[in-house]
């Protein structure tokens, strides 16, 4: 993302002058040597942190290998135990899924059938005691 090939001679140019306005034309060296020698101790950390892990999982890592989801799917996990982690998930969005499909078809359907007897007024449900009664949707 942040490569050098992604700068040109402006880029450097910019990064120079904004270097010399922060820091000051005496104290520009200085601070690039810093950020180098900062840059070199995170690889020797990076490697060091590689290089442990690997001895104490027995298999070989590399700096990508490091993200918790790479590592678990290609050193902690076998291709049987990926599937039986993402059966039950898979089983559960399919269901999700019919569901959804069902509802909405429901939904359509009784949206047609509103559409259809929306000119004439529907006749109230008797009530288990008998009576009448009417729902105003107005009152709500």
């Known amino acids: 993302m942040f ?15 904004l270097g010399i306005f922060i820091f000051g034309p005496d104290r520009l060296p200085k601070a690039i040597a810093d950020g180098v020698r900062m840059l070199r101790n995170v690889r ?16 070989e890592i590399t700096l990508e290998d490091l993200h918790p989801k790479t590592l678990l799917r290609k050193h902690l996990l076998s291709e049987e135990d990926e599937q039986a ?25 009784v949206a047609d059938g509103l559409k ?11 009530s288990p005691n008998g009576r009448r009664h009417t729902f105003d949707a107005d009152a709500t």
Do not use: F
């Open 3 to 17: 490569g050098l090939e992604n700068l040109n001679s402006w880029h450097l140019m910019v990064l120079a002058l």
């Open 85 to 109: 982690l993402r059966r039950p998930l898979e089983d559960l969005y399919r269901d999700v899924k019919n569901d959804v499909t069902g509802i909405g078809s429901e939904a359509r359907g």
């Open 44 to 59: 020797n950390m990076a490697r060091n942190a590689t290089s442990d892990l690997s001895r104490e999982l027995g298999t």
């Open 116 to 126: 259809s007897t929306a000119t004439a007024a529907p006749e109230p449900a008797p």
